[in-house]
């Protein structure tokens, strides 16, 4: 996309000459601002020179010509300039060696004056360009002519001293850079003297554009034009363009949007709306929880907008589209509260902002990035102080809170008391879905199952990976400078002595939620380390910290990782690093690291393994697959100003917390400052370690990390819902009736998926179009019935349809009670099918056990035979027990499904040999689908070359990964019947009646194991083994620390 364009700079009006000696032009009224004419005279009275150390005058419009222009970045102004670093253009022209008496008199007054005979070789020169936002050129055929000056004395060239019948031209200077200079290439500017030079003399000056410079300034006339001929402009460029020049492009389009090196357009507007607005959230949020952000943890988004639909809905006046209906649909529903869509119209933000503003008496302002402020206010007045401002980045469409907004607690609990009433009509009507358990009982059971060896007793690395893998993990919200940009929260906590948003520095509260694991990570360290001094431990799992400074920490920090996965090494910056990352965005107490630099540093293994770093070195977590979990401990400023109780608490659970003698360990680099008075390097020494008199990162933001979690987590996602989220994340809004050609269904074949869960998610994603379940094979004898009923498929069987016989093998049908036959192969569009991979642990064809002879590698063998022979147009393969495999195993494993053969008889187990198909191969961790089962899945995904082959396999893939973590969670309780959902009463009322014409067993049972009264009646027609059994689990569960009303009990199994 072509940007609009700025406005162009006006450039300076030229004043009229006095006829003053030249001399005398060097004494002139204040110096003109941002390169334009003065408006006020110069004072009167005795002229004076100008000394050497004297910046140079400008003059005024009624006196003479200007001499001075805005300094400004050689990149906004000069056409074709490029930031490489290397030498300046050699300008190779040739000018001869005279200066007009103006500026001879200028020199002898001692002003700086590059255009001087024995200057100018000193710089590099570029001249005013025609019509163009950018003001100078090094094109010779693009100098923009001056219109003749009113005197006469005013019309002559700098250099040769000529009056001029032809026109001047304007001419600007840079200091000349050498190969090896010092200085900093991103902060040149123009020199601010401007001369007045004739064509041929110019001509001498400017001398030869390299190649890069014309292109890049074609590159700015094209963009310049905009519309679509400049798309198709560049996109010939694009193809005829070397390694170089398509380098060079894409610098100078990013540089047209404004954004830094590497920077994406939301970051380059969000930075651009921080330098005016002060700082935002990274991550964009609706009008309702950004203005929750101010009045948390008294209110939350919920509380706001169901006020806003009540009082809507009083006034029948509840919009049924846009954000807001959305938002009034799940109100109604009692469903957790939708995402903002990115982008977001400008017109439905302000329609939820005037909503929230009718129902409570508050103020925001909205800060267009573009458009500038607007206010929006409760018809009958503010209470006073709650004022919320809110930024809406135009460019992207995303609205952003600032940072550290916040009311006063107090305030909010009495503005809380003059609408309870409000809000009591609200909870009656929008109150949440019943919510799972709260975390503190699954989190002390699981603390109370961590056993802490006792010395001489080791803390062994596995011991400590299998205990951080077992436990609950809470949401993180608040830890912006580690968080990833494009993740909405981590999984991370501290233990130990952290600076609570309300209670300043303090124990954190995960100490007394975990005094086991807490008691676990100390001994660990104390085991390794003996010596080492810490005041917090940092616990992180599955998310790469992007680069950062932890400019809160005092003194070295020791790291170690576990888990199974591959990169995740620690980057540490260093000068003889050999591995380069970019900085994307400022970090703490490194001004010099320029947003868009590359940094050199190295990369450190941690996996496994002790180290000892610095934090107040720029650092990040590098890009990793699997599962990561990291510990760091380290110490936190402040340490030596704790009160009294929290030194004890924390050395009673086991930290080694510094001392005074730790002082001298500070490696905090603190921000350079403008003015320092007198003893305050002095002063600012005595205090390192001090809890701060700078801004301070708010390691446990406990208010709103519970008000946001509680907004994620304890309103359920029903299971019913998924289709419209799923395609609301895809922006396939549109999908349902019409995608799907009405006169060639969708087939769907299905084997050994008896839950037919391929063929619901079909009818829920595409709603309303027509599918058809062509076949569902390999299903198990009690599911045959529930397949039948409510699958409907055209053909059901208990084995595989012989496609060893051909392409429609016949087989038994349990529809139509005979053999039948397939349907045939070219209405299949996509088989779904699953199969084990532990058969395939042994392949060696010598042991008669080997996967070539098991009867359960059969099912493999037949589904891969089916996708060759009938060759649909997607397959997809699912092994539900390859996270079984040992992970030493699983290369082999993979490789054999990918490329096996059978040496006896060179046949082809493999996939990748399928001929005419693309595959992709991926796993997926379920919970990060919302689904609530903690296992993973693996899938091979093959697509028909004619249906877009590898690169269609392939994007399936990224699209799958890239869903991960979207899509909201779901509860078992979602998965079941409401208590009074017609057919659940039904089949209660069915078996009440049985059990009262047959009472056998039940009673013994129910004395025997102690099962909850409240679970028995939802379990009426439980048999006397399934109450054992039901009692058995649940007594398992609570052992184990975990929520019985959020498990999966399968009762067919024996679990005694």
Known sequence: PVPAEASPAKRPRRGRTSGAAAADAAAAAAPEGGGGSSSSKAPSGKRRRVGAAEALPAVGPDERRHRQGPEELLRDAIIGYVEDGGDDPPQSGVTAPR??????????????????????????????????????????????????????????CDVCGASCSEVLYE?????????????????????????????????????????????????????????????????????????????????????????????????????????????????????????????????SARDLAAGALRVAMDRSRVPQDGFFGKFAVCLQDRQPLPFAPVPWPKADVEECIRLLVKAWPIRIELVDSLAGAETFEHKGGIVEGFVVRLVYLAGCGELHAPIGQKIDKDKVLKFKER???????????????????????PVKAQDRAIDVPVPPQTVAFEHVRSVLEGITWPSCFSRNNVKPDDVPYIQAFPLGLVLNYCFGLCPSRTVKLWPNLTALLTSFIAQHHPTFRYTTIQLNRDYAA????????????????????????????????????????????????????????????????????????????????????????????????????????????????????????????AEPKTEEAPGSAAKADAHVG???????????????????????????????????????????????????????????????????????????????????????????????????????????????????????????????????????????????????????????????????DDPRALAYWKLRRHVEVRRPRVAILEVPDFDDVPVAAQPGVLGFLLDGTDPRASTNWGLRTVAGYGIAVFDIWLPDFGLPRAESRAFFVLVREDSGGQQAAVRIATLT????????????????????????????????????????????????????????????????????????????????????????????????
């Open 99 to 156: 200066q007009s008496k103006e500026i001879q008199a200028l020199v002898a007054g001692g002003a700086e004056v590059p255009i001087a005979k024995d200057k100018r070789a000193g710089f590099v020169w570029i001249a005013a360009a025609k019509g163009s936002r950018k003001k100078y050129t090094w094109n010779v055929d693009e100098m923009s002519p001056l219109p003749p000056f009113k005197q006469a004395a005013d019309n002559t």
């Open 171 to 299: 001419f600007r200077c840079y200091r000349r850079q050498r190969r090896g200079a010092a200085a900093v290439v991103a902060d040149r500017r123009l020199h601010p003297f401007v001369s007045y030079i004739s064509k041929e003399c110019g001509r001498g000056l400017l001398g030869a554009q390299s190649e890069l410079s014309r292109l890049r300034e074609h590159l700015y006339h094209v963009v310049s034009q905009g519309g679509e001929s400049a798309v198709d402009t560049l996109r010939e460029l694009w193809k005829v363009a070397n390694k170089s020049q398509r380098r060079l492009i894409q610098e100078e389009l990013r540089h047209f949007a404004r954004a830094e090196a590497g920077e994406s357009q939301k970051a380059a507007e969000l930075r651009s709306a921080e330098a005016l607005r002060g700082p935002l959230q990274r991550s964009h949020e609706d009008v309702f929880r950004a203005v929750a952000r101010a009045l948390a943890p008294v209110l």
């Open 419 to 441: 609408h309870l009433e409000l809000m009591q009509r609200c909870h009656e009507s929008f109150s949440r879905a019943s919510a799972p358990s709260g975390q503190k009982g």
């Open 546 to 669: 992007k680069l950062h400074v932890d400019g809160n920490n005092h003194g070295p920090s020791y790291i170690i990782a576990f888990g199974e996965y591959t990169g995740g090494e620690l980057w540490i910056m260093d000068e003889d690093g050999d591995v380069e990352l970019e900085v994307t965005e400022a970090l703490r107490g490194w001004p010099q690291l320029k947003t868009g630099t590359l940094v050199k540093g190295r990369l450190l293994d941690i996996k496994s393994r002790w180290l000892r770093f610095d934090g107040n070195t720029p650092h990040q977590a590098m890009p990793f697959k699997g599962q990561r979990i990291s510990i760091v401990y380290f110490s936190r400023k402040g340490f030596l100003n704790i009160p009294a109780e929290v030194h004890k608490t924390l050395s009673e659970v086991g930290f080694r917390l510094p001392g005074e003698d730790y002082m001298e360990e500070s490696t905090v680099r």
């Open 690 to 852: 001090d809890s701060d008199e700078e801004e301070e990162e708010i390691d446990e933001d406990e208010q709103a990390d519970a008000a946001m979690r509680e907004d994620l987590d304890s309103s359920a996602w029903r299971a019913r819902d998924w289709a419209t989220v799923f395609r609301d994340l895809l922006g396939a809004t549109s999908w349902g009736t019409g995608s799907v050609d009405e006169d060639r269904p969708l087939g769907l074949s299905l084997s050994g998926v008896a839950s037919g869960a391929p063929m619901f998610a079909m009818q829920e994603l595409l709603q309303g179009a027509a599918l058809r379940t062509l076949v569902m094979s390999s299903v198990a004898s009690p599911a045959l019935k529930f397949c039948r009923r409510n699958c409907r498929p055209e053909h059901l069987a208990v084995s595989e349809f012989g496609t060893d016989r051909g392409p429609r093998g016949a087989v038994h049908c349990e529809v139509h009670h005979r053999n039948c036959e397939a349907p045939p192969p070219e209405d299949e569009d996509i088989y779904v099918a699953s199969f084990s991979s532990a058969p395939f642990l042994n392949r060696d064809q010598r042991n008669r056990h080997s996967c070539f």
């Open 961 to 1056: 990964r890239a869903l991960a973590r979207a899509v909201p969670s779901c509860t078992a309780q979602d998965m079941m019947f409401e208590e009074d959902d017609p057919r659940l009463v039904e089949a209660q009322n069915f078996y009440r009646e049985q059990s009262q014409e047959s009472k056998t067993g039940s009673v013994s049972a129910k004395a025997n194991v102690q099962v909850g009264e409240e679970l028995l009646r939802q379990f009426p027609h439980a048999s006397p083994l399934h109450v054992e059994r039901l009692g058995l689990a649940l007594q398992h569960a609570e052992q184990a620390g975990l929520d019985p009303e959020g498990i999966f009990i399968d009762l067919g199994q024996d679990i005694r």
